[in-house]
């Protein structure tokens, strides 16, 4: 059974950074695509990154060039480094897994989500 465990969020002021870790296991499968999402208050939730088994990377327009999403196979744990933060970068952020297809824009870009792990910009 896939299993996400989140973990690096906290607090941090504006232009600051934070290292978000995931924990994966339960694979299936040796190809894979997974990334990391979030969701604002009172927003919907959107993808923000994904990396698949081959390494190939995407980001949402709004963490281009701030964000890097990276995975170390030998520790099953997927990264999301967050630089130059924002207030608006303020959610609960989730590891996700099984990209859907339908983009990171979508609520739906991922079939599995994690606990999520709170991130506070403050300004």
């Known amino acids: 059974q896939l299993r996400l465990v989140e973990s690096g969020g906290g607090v941090v002021q504006s232009g600051g950074s934070l290292r978000l870790s995931c924990e994966v296991s339960?694979?299936?499968?040796?190809?894979?695509?997974m990334g990391w999402g979030r969701q604002a208050p009172g927003k919907e939730r959107e993808g923000v990154a994904a990396?698949?088994?081959?390494?190939?990377?995407s980001y949402t327009d709004s963490v281009k060039g701030r964000f890097t999403i990276s995975q170390d196979k030998s520790k099953n744990t997927m990264y999301l480094q967050m630089n130059s933060l924002k207030p608006e970068d303020t959610a609960m952020y989730y590891c996700?897994?099984?990209?859907?297809?339908?983009?990171?824009?979508?609520?739906?870009?991922?079939?599995?989500w994690g606990q999520g792990a709170q991130v506070t910009v403050s300004s």
């Open positions: 996700a897994a099984d990209c859907s297809g339908y983009g990171l824009e979508s609520s739906e870009a991922f079939g599995s």
């Open positions: 339960g694979l299936m499968s040796s190809s894979y695509c």
């Open positions: 990396i698949d088994s081959d390494g190939r990377t």
